[in-house]
């Protein structure tokens, strides 16, 4: 199995700064990817995060608002760039090992 | 379109009760079906993964099964505990893609 650490666990944040949200996994994994989830709603994939190679973006996500980082196999950053109201969600990382998918354990994220 | 339909939405029940989460999906073609719990402002966590031989997996108190002809899965929980409380999610993952479809999740109440 595979232990992802993600953070920071929450944050709220003013509208129009920009968050960087930090998953490091304990072995390395070819495939991770950041989701977002909003109350009472399924997650919804923001992209794929490929290493050594510009991230996949899902319709409705662009890379200037959400920009992602993915170091080497074991790391990946999103950042939630200028922030507003409706970005207040929770956003988790997650990685494919083995078949099996982890998450991390979220980031709420709060903007006023 | 793949999608995936659970029910009920919400379910609340006495501590030590029974209970049977249901799970519809018409993802194509089908590659694996996982149950995860999800703590509140936490991310998912495993608990079962079926593929397509598979028409029954336990974890303890979970019993998730997969009748993969009506595409439907039930994850039964026996001898609730006030920590089931939370939300569960079905997740099927197709041959197709990498992506896996998520529904929306039963949010459990578990009352003393």
């Known amino acids: 199995s595979a232990v992802i650490s993600q953070k920071p666990s929450r944050d709220i944040c003013q509208r129009g700064t920009s968050l960087t949200i930090q998953c490091q996994v304990d072995s390395q994994v070819t495939m991770m990817f950041w989701y977002r989830q909003q109350p009472g709603q399924s997650l919804t994939l923001i992209a794929t995060a490929n290493q050594g190679s510009e991230a996949t973006y899902e319709s409705g996500f662009v890379i200037d608002k959400f920009p992602i980082s993915r170091p080497n196999l074991t790391f990946s950053t999103l950042t939630v760039s200028n922030m507003s109201p409706e970005d207040s969600s929770i956003y988790l990382c997650s990685a494919q090992s083995n078949e099996k998918l982890f998450f991390g354990s979220g980031t709420q994220l709060s903007v006023l | 379109k793949n999608q995936v339909e659970q029910s009920p939405q919400s379910l609340i029940i006495l501590e030590g009760k029974n209970c049977t989460l249901q799970?519809?999906?018409?993802?194509?073609?089908?590659?694996?079906l996982r149950w995860y719990k999800q703590d509140t402002g936490r991310g998912p966590v495993s608990l079962t993964i079926?593929?397509?031989?598979?028409n029954t997996k336990s974890n303890g108190r979970y019993t998730a099964t997969l009748d993969a002809d009506t595409k439907q899965s039930s994850l039964h929980i026996t001898a609730s505990q006030l920590s089931d409380s939370a939300s569960y999610i079905c997740v099927v993952g197709s041959g197709g893609s990498y992506i896996p479809t998520f529904g929306r999740g039963t949010s459990l109440i578990v009352h003393p």
């Open positions: 799970c519809n999906y018409t993802v194509s073609p089908f590659s694996n």
């Open positions: 079926m593929t397509f031989s598979e």
